[in-house]
Protein backbone atom coordinates (compact mmCIF):
# COMPACT_ATOMS: atom_id res chain seq x y z
CA UNK A 1 0.00 0.00 0.00
CA UNK A 2 2.96 2.25 1.14
CA UNK A 3 4.37 1.38 -2.00
CA UNK A 4 1.88 1.90 -4.64
CA UNK A 5 1.11 5.35 -2.58
CA UNK A 6 4.85 6.45 -3.15
CA UNK A 7 4.88 5.14 -6.60
CA UNK A 8 1.83 7.68 -7.49
CA UNK A 9 3.07 10.08 -6.10
CA UNK A 10 6.23 9.55 -8.28
CA UNK A 11 3.96 9.56 -11.16
CA UNK A 12 2.27 12.49 -10.13
CA UNK A 13 5.45 14.79 -9.99
CA UNK A 14 6.92 13.72 -12.89
CA UNK A 15 4.14 14.73 -14.81
CA UNK A 16 4.41 17.91 -12.93
CA UNK A 17 8.06 18.37 -14.14
CA UNK A 18 7.20 17.32 -17.70
CA UNK A 19 3.82 19.60 -17.85
CA UNK A 20 6.58 22.12 -16.17
CA UNK A 21 8.99 21.55 -19.23
CA UNK A 22 6.50 21.71 -21.74
CA UNK A 23 5.42 25.27 -20.40
CA UNK A 24 8.89 26.57 -20.71
CA UNK A 25 9.95 25.15 -23.81
CA UNK A 26 6.25 26.52 -25.13
CA UNK A 27 7.51 30.00 -23.75
CA UNK A 28 11.06 29.78 -25.02
CA UNK A 29 9.33 29.25 -28.14
CA UNK A 30 7.02 32.07 -28.39
CA UNK A 31 9.60 34.70 -26.70
CA UNK A 32 11.82 33.81 -29.47
CA UNK A 33 9.26 33.84 -32.35
CA UNK A 34 8.47 37.18 -30.74
CA UNK A 35 12.06 38.57 -31.38
CA UNK A 36 12.79 36.56 -34.75
CA UNK A 37 9.74 38.68 -36.37
CA UNK A 38 10.81 42.28 -35.64
CA UNK A 39 12.49 43.97 -38.74
CA UNK A 40 15.10 45.43 -36.18
CA UNK A 41 18.30 43.27 -34.99
CA UNK A 42 17.85 42.20 -31.62
CA UNK A 43 21.35 41.45 -29.87
CA UNK A 44 21.72 39.64 -26.29
CA UNK A 45 24.72 39.99 -24.23
CA UNK A 46 26.44 39.13 -20.80
CA UNK A 47 28.48 41.20 -18.75
CA UNK A 48 31.64 40.36 -20.59
CA UNK A 49 29.98 40.99 -23.61
CA UNK A 50 29.45 37.69 -25.20
CA UNK A 51 26.56 37.13 -27.24
CA UNK A 52 24.05 34.43 -26.17
CA UNK A 53 20.94 36.14 -28.93
CA UNK A 54 20.87 36.38 -31.75
CA UNK A 55 17.87 36.97 -33.99
CA UNK A 56 16.80 36.79 -37.71
CA UNK A 57 17.19 40.78 -38.31
CA UNK A 58 20.37 40.38 -36.62
CA UNK A 59 21.61 37.80 -39.18
CA UNK A 60 20.03 40.06 -41.94
CA UNK A 61 21.69 43.32 -40.91
CA UNK A 62 24.96 41.10 -40.28
CA UNK A 63 25.71 38.26 -42.98
CA UNK A 64 26.04 35.91 -39.88
CA UNK A 65 24.01 33.26 -38.74
CA UNK A 66 23.46 32.93 -34.66
CA UNK A 67 25.14 29.60 -33.94
CA UNK A 68 28.35 31.54 -36.06
CA UNK A 69 28.25 34.23 -33.69
CA UNK A 70 26.93 32.78 -30.16
CA UNK A 71 29.64 32.62 -27.64
CA UNK A 72 31.59 35.57 -29.34
CA UNK A 73 32.32 38.79 -28.58
CA UNK A 74 30.34 41.71 -29.57
CA UNK A 75 33.04 44.01 -31.03
CA UNK A 76 33.13 41.80 -34.27
CA UNK A 77 30.16 43.42 -35.65
CA UNK A 78 31.57 46.45 -34.93
CA UNK A 79 34.52 48.45 -36.92
CA UNK A 80 37.21 50.40 -34.97
CA UNK A 81 37.12 52.37 -32.61
CA UNK A 82 33.65 50.89 -31.76
CA UNK A 83 35.54 47.60 -31.11
CA UNK A 84 38.11 48.82 -29.36
CA UNK A 85 36.10 51.08 -26.60
CA UNK A 86 32.97 48.39 -26.23
CA UNK A 87 34.34 46.06 -23.55
CA UNK A 88 35.80 49.51 -21.63
CA UNK A 89 31.98 51.10 -21.63
CA UNK A 90 31.03 47.66 -20.04
CA UNK A 91 33.53 47.27 -17.31
CA UNK A 92 32.84 51.02 -16.29
CA UNK A 93 29.10 50.47 -16.11
CA UNK A 94 29.31 47.40 -14.28
CA UNK A 95 31.67 49.59 -11.86
CA UNK A 96 30.11 52.83 -11.33
CA UNK A 97 26.36 51.99 -12.30
CA UNK A 98 26.40 55.05 -14.68
CA UNK A 99 24.89 54.91 -17.64
CA UNK A 100 26.76 55.81 -20.67
CA UNK A 101 25.13 54.15 -23.30
CA UNK A 102 21.98 52.19 -21.85
CA UNK A 103 18.34 54.16 -21.88
CA UNK A 104 20.13 56.21 -24.68
CA UNK A 105 19.95 55.94 -28.51
CA UNK A 106 22.53 56.55 -30.64
CA UNK A 107 24.05 56.15 -34.26
CA UNK A 108 26.70 54.03 -34.75
CA UNK A 109 28.47 51.95 -37.60
CA UNK A 110 28.10 48.38 -38.08
CA UNK A 111 30.47 45.95 -39.65
CA UNK A 112 28.70 43.10 -41.79
CA UNK A 113 30.74 39.52 -42.43
CA UNK A 114 31.70 40.71 -45.79
CA UNK A 115 33.64 43.58 -43.99
CA UNK A 116 31.58 46.52 -44.88
CA UNK A 117 30.04 48.79 -42.90
CA UNK A 118 26.98 50.64 -42.45
CA UNK A 119 24.96 53.48 -40.26
CA UNK A 120 22.86 51.82 -37.47
CA UNK A 121 20.84 53.39 -34.65
CA UNK A 122 22.14 51.26 -31.83
CA UNK A 123 19.09 51.42 -28.73
CA UNK A 124 21.14 49.62 -25.39
CA UNK A 125 18.76 48.13 -22.62
CA UNK A 126 19.42 45.73 -19.41
CA UNK A 127 17.74 42.97 -17.77
CA UNK A 128 18.11 40.16 -15.07
CA UNK A 129 17.86 36.48 -15.86
CA UNK A 130 18.47 34.24 -13.02
CA UNK A 131 20.12 36.69 -10.54
CA UNK A 132 22.67 37.20 -13.73
CA UNK A 133 22.67 40.92 -15.79
CA UNK A 134 21.85 40.87 -19.65
CA UNK A 135 22.25 43.85 -22.07
CA UNK A 136 20.68 44.03 -24.96
CA UNK A 137 20.86 45.95 -27.95
CA UNK A 138 18.28 46.62 -30.35
CA UNK A 139 19.48 47.94 -33.57
CA UNK A 140 18.18 49.96 -36.79
CA UNK A 141 19.21 49.96 -40.36
CA UNK A 142 20.09 53.69 -41.37
CA UNK A 143 21.64 53.05 -44.83
CA UNK A 144 18.05 54.27 -46.21
CA UNK A 145 17.68 57.10 -44.24
CA UNK A 146 21.33 58.04 -44.74
CA UNK A 147 20.85 57.56 -48.63
CA UNK A 148 18.05 59.68 -48.84
CA UNK A 149 20.01 62.53 -47.00
CA UNK A 150 23.15 62.41 -49.05
CA UNK A 151 21.12 62.46 -52.62
CA UNK A 152 18.50 65.32 -50.92
CA UNK A 153 21.94 67.71 -49.71
CA UNK A 154 23.43 66.80 -53.58
CA UNK A 155 20.14 67.78 -55.28
CA UNK A 156 20.24 70.63 -52.97
CA UNK A 157 24.02 71.96 -53.86
CA UNK A 158 23.35 70.63 -57.49
CA UNK A 159 20.43 73.10 -58.14
CA UNK A 160 22.22 75.93 -56.48
CA UNK A 161 25.44 75.28 -58.72
CA UNK A 162 22.93 75.27 -61.72
CA UNK A 163 21.51 78.53 -60.84
CA UNK A 164 25.14 79.88 -60.92
CA UNK A 165 25.79 78.03 -63.63
CA UNK A 166 22.92 78.80 -66.00
CA UNK A 167 23.89 82.89 -65.40
CA UNK A 168 27.41 82.48 -66.35
CA UNK A 169 26.56 80.26 -69.51
CA UNK A 170 24.03 83.10 -70.25
CA UNK A 171 26.64 86.24 -70.01
CA UNK A 172 29.10 84.24 -71.57
CA UNK A 173 27.49 82.97 -74.58
CA UNK A 174 26.47 86.05 -76.68
CA UNK A 175 29.92 88.15 -76.23
CA UNK A 176 32.05 84.72 -77.31
CA UNK A 177 29.76 84.63 -80.61
CA UNK A 178 30.55 87.93 -81.08
CA UNK A 179 34.79 87.48 -80.70
CA UNK A 180 34.16 84.55 -82.75
CA UNK A 181 32.14 86.34 -85.53
CA UNK A 182 35.10 89.17 -85.28
CA UNK A 183 38.34 86.17 -85.41
CA UNK A 184 36.58 85.02 -88.69
CA UNK A 185 36.39 88.54 -89.99
CA UNK A 186 39.94 89.18 -89.48
CA UNK A 187 40.82 85.82 -90.89
CA UNK A 188 39.13 85.87 -93.90
CA UNK A 189 41.04 89.19 -94.75
CA UNK A 190 44.43 87.28 -94.14
CA UNK A 191 46.13 85.76 -97.19
CA UNK A 192 46.36 81.88 -97.25
CA UNK A 193 50.14 81.95 -96.46
CA UNK A 194 50.30 84.84 -94.02
CA UNK A 195 51.88 82.94 -90.84
CA UNK A 196 48.87 84.34 -88.27
CA UNK A 197 46.37 82.03 -90.56
CA UNK A 198 47.09 78.98 -88.16
CA UNK A 199 46.81 81.22 -85.08
CA UNK A 200 43.36 82.39 -86.24
CA UNK A 201 41.86 78.91 -87.11
CA UNK A 202 43.22 77.89 -83.55
CA UNK A 203 41.21 80.99 -81.21
CA UNK A 204 38.45 79.75 -83.79
CA UNK A 205 38.44 76.36 -82.23
CA UNK A 206 39.06 77.24 -78.94
CA UNK A 207 35.96 79.66 -79.20
CA UNK A 208 34.10 76.43 -80.19
CA UNK A 209 34.93 74.40 -77.45
CA UNK A 210 34.08 77.32 -74.71
CA UNK A 211 31.24 77.36 -76.50
CA UNK A 212 30.63 73.57 -75.99
CA UNK A 213 31.53 73.88 -73.06
CA UNK A 214 28.43 76.78 -72.58
CA UNK A 215 26.00 74.17 -74.01
CA UNK A 216 27.36 71.67 -71.28
CA UNK A 217 26.23 74.17 -68.49
CA UNK A 218 23.17 74.92 -69.77
CA UNK A 219 22.11 71.76 -70.60
CA UNK A 220 23.36 70.76 -66.80
CA UNK A 221 21.70 73.66 -65.08
CA UNK A 222 18.76 73.67 -66.70
CA UNK A 223 18.28 69.78 -68.04
CA UNK A 224 14.81 69.81 -69.76
CA UNK A 225 11.97 67.70 -68.76
CA UNK A 226 12.14 64.30 -70.31
CA UNK A 227 9.32 63.73 -73.62
CA UNK A 228 9.30 60.05 -73.19
CA UNK A 229 7.70 57.91 -76.03
CA UNK A 230 7.93 54.32 -76.52
CA UNK A 231 11.75 53.68 -77.47
CA UNK A 232 13.65 50.79 -79.23
CA UNK A 233 16.59 51.55 -77.34
CA UNK A 234 19.11 49.45 -79.30
CA UNK A 235 17.76 50.66 -82.21
CA UNK A 236 18.33 54.21 -81.15
CA UNK A 237 21.69 53.68 -80.06
CA UNK A 238 23.17 52.08 -82.61
CA UNK A 239 21.90 54.95 -84.55
CA UNK A 240 23.59 57.29 -82.14
CA UNK A 241 27.02 55.04 -82.59
CA UNK A 242 26.62 55.69 -86.31
CA UNK A 243 26.70 59.10 -86.15
CA UNK A 244 29.94 59.34 -83.56
CA UNK A 245 31.90 57.25 -85.99
CA UNK A 246 31.98 60.08 -88.27
CA UNK A 247 34.41 61.54 -85.90
CA UNK A 248 37.95 60.59 -86.46
CA UNK A 249 38.45 60.12 -82.54
CA UNK A 250 35.77 57.86 -82.68
CA UNK A 251 36.10 55.89 -85.73
CA UNK A 252 39.61 54.59 -84.49
CA UNK A 253 37.39 52.57 -81.88
CA UNK A 254 35.96 48.86 -82.41
CA UNK A 255 32.13 49.44 -81.37
CA UNK A 256 29.68 47.27 -80.80
CA UNK A 257 25.70 46.90 -80.00
CA UNK A 258 24.23 44.39 -78.92
CA UNK A 259 20.93 42.86 -76.85
CA UNK A 260 17.63 43.98 -76.17
CA UNK A 261 15.19 45.22 -74.31
CA UNK A 262 11.00 45.92 -74.63
CA UNK A 263 10.22 49.34 -75.70
CA UNK A 264 10.86 51.94 -72.94
CA UNK A 265 9.26 55.29 -71.80
CA UNK A 266 12.19 57.41 -72.63
CA UNK A 267 13.28 60.92 -73.93
CA UNK A 268 14.92 60.28 -77.20
CA UNK A 269 17.58 63.23 -77.49
CA UNK A 270 18.39 62.88 -73.77
CA UNK A 271 19.46 59.52 -74.37
CA UNK A 272 21.05 60.29 -77.10
CA UNK A 273 23.09 62.78 -75.30
CA UNK A 274 24.13 59.97 -72.90
CA UNK A 275 24.72 58.01 -75.00
CA UNK A 276 27.11 60.28 -76.61
CA UNK A 277 28.75 61.35 -73.57
CA UNK A 278 29.86 58.23 -72.49
CA UNK A 279 31.43 56.98 -75.66
CA UNK A 280 33.41 60.22 -75.61
CA UNK A 281 34.46 59.61 -72.55
CA UNK A 282 35.22 55.69 -72.91
CA UNK A 283 37.13 56.89 -76.04
CA UNK A 284 39.08 59.98 -74.15
CA UNK A 285 40.30 56.96 -71.82
CA UNK A 286 41.78 54.68 -74.24
CA UNK A 287 44.78 54.17 -76.43
CA UNK A 288 44.60 53.34 -80.32
CA UNK A 289 42.12 50.29 -81.44
CA UNK A 290 40.18 50.74 -78.17
CA UNK A 291 37.02 48.82 -77.57
CA UNK A 292 33.64 49.77 -76.61
CA UNK A 293 30.62 46.95 -76.30
CA UNK A 294 27.23 48.43 -75.68
CA UNK A 295 25.30 46.05 -74.26
CA UNK A 296 21.28 46.29 -73.49
CA UNK A 297 19.24 44.09 -71.28
CA UNK A 298 16.40 43.69 -69.34
CA UNK A 299 14.36 42.56 -66.17
CA UNK A 300 10.97 42.68 -65.11
CA UNK A 301 10.82 46.26 -64.33
CA UNK A 302 13.96 47.80 -65.46
CA UNK A 303 16.28 47.56 -68.41
CA UNK A 304 20.06 48.44 -68.36
CA UNK A 305 22.65 49.67 -70.70
CA UNK A 306 26.21 48.92 -70.23
CA UNK A 307 28.71 50.70 -71.71
CA UNK A 308 32.09 49.12 -71.20
CA UNK A 309 35.69 49.31 -72.82
CA UNK A 310 39.12 47.61 -72.30
CA UNK A 311 40.73 50.69 -70.86
CA UNK A 312 42.76 51.30 -67.69
CA UNK A 313 40.17 51.46 -65.31
CA UNK A 314 39.52 54.00 -62.94
CA UNK A 315 41.46 54.80 -59.72
CA UNK A 316 39.63 54.63 -56.60
CA UNK A 317 40.40 58.02 -55.11
CA UNK A 318 38.92 59.66 -59.03
CA UNK A 319 35.94 57.30 -58.95
CA UNK A 320 34.58 58.71 -55.84
CA UNK A 321 34.46 61.87 -57.34
CA UNK A 322 33.48 61.36 -61.31
CA UNK A 323 30.09 62.48 -60.33
CA UNK A 324 31.44 65.60 -58.92
CA UNK A 325 30.31 68.41 -61.26
CA UNK A 326 33.58 70.46 -63.02
CA UNK A 327 36.22 67.61 -62.02
CA UNK A 328 37.86 66.00 -64.65
CA UNK A 329 41.36 64.32 -65.52
CA UNK A 330 41.57 65.47 -69.02
CA UNK A 331 43.35 68.83 -70.05
CA UNK A 332 40.64 69.57 -72.11
CA UNK A 333 36.80 69.12 -70.58
CA UNK A 334 34.30 70.70 -68.38
CA UNK A 335 33.90 67.76 -66.18
CA UNK A 336 30.12 67.77 -66.38
CA UNK A 337 29.83 64.32 -69.08
CA UNK A 338 29.06 62.33 -66.17
CA UNK A 339 27.13 64.57 -63.59
CA UNK A 340 24.96 65.16 -66.90
CA UNK A 341 24.72 61.59 -67.64
CA UNK A 342 23.45 60.89 -64.31
CA UNK A 343 21.33 63.71 -64.19
CA UNK A 344 19.27 62.92 -67.39
CA UNK A 345 19.19 59.17 -65.88
CA UNK A 346 17.68 60.33 -62.79
CA UNK A 347 14.83 62.63 -64.65
CA UNK A 348 13.96 59.68 -66.05
CA UNK A 349 13.88 57.87 -62.37
CA UNK A 350 17.19 55.90 -63.26
CA UNK A 351 20.67 55.31 -62.23
CA UNK A 352 24.33 55.32 -62.81
CA UNK A 353 26.72 52.76 -61.63
CA UNK A 354 30.39 52.44 -62.52
CA UNK A 355 32.82 49.30 -61.83
CA UNK A 356 35.89 50.48 -62.65
CA UNK A 357 38.40 47.77 -61.70
CA UNK A 358 41.99 49.08 -62.33
CA UNK A 359 43.74 48.20 -65.29
CA UNK A 360 40.47 45.87 -66.38
CA UNK A 361 38.34 48.56 -68.63
CA UNK A 362 35.56 50.51 -67.12
CA UNK A 363 31.68 49.54 -67.13
CA UNK A 364 29.27 52.18 -66.50
CA UNK A 365 25.44 50.93 -66.41
CA UNK A 366 22.40 53.07 -66.90
CA UNK A 367 19.57 51.25 -65.65
CA UNK A 368 16.04 52.96 -66.61
CA UNK A 369 12.87 51.89 -65.42
CA UNK A 370 10.30 49.98 -67.79
CA UNK A 371 6.75 51.32 -66.79
Not at 142 to 148: D, E, F, N, T, W
Not at 176 to 192: E, F, M, S, T, Y
Request: net charge negative; charged share 25%.
Amino acid sequence: MLQSHMASDSQSGDDEREALRQQLQASEARWRAIIDSAVDGIIIIDTRGRIESFNLGAERMFGYAEREVQGVNVSVLMPAPYRDEHDGYIERYLRTSEPHIIGIGREVQGLRRDGSTFPVHLSVGQLTVNGERKFTGILHDLSARVRMEEQLRERTALARLGEMAALLAHEVKNPLAGIRGAIQVIGARLPQDNPSAPVIKEIVARIDSLDEMMKDLLLFARPPQPHRQMLDLTRVIQSTVNLLRQDPAIARLDMTVSGAAPPVPIDADMLKIIVQNLVINSAHAMPEHGRIDIVVSATDDACAITFRDNGPGIPADVLQKVFTPFFTTKSRGSGLGLTTVKRLAEAHGGEVTIDAPLGRGTAVTVTMPLG
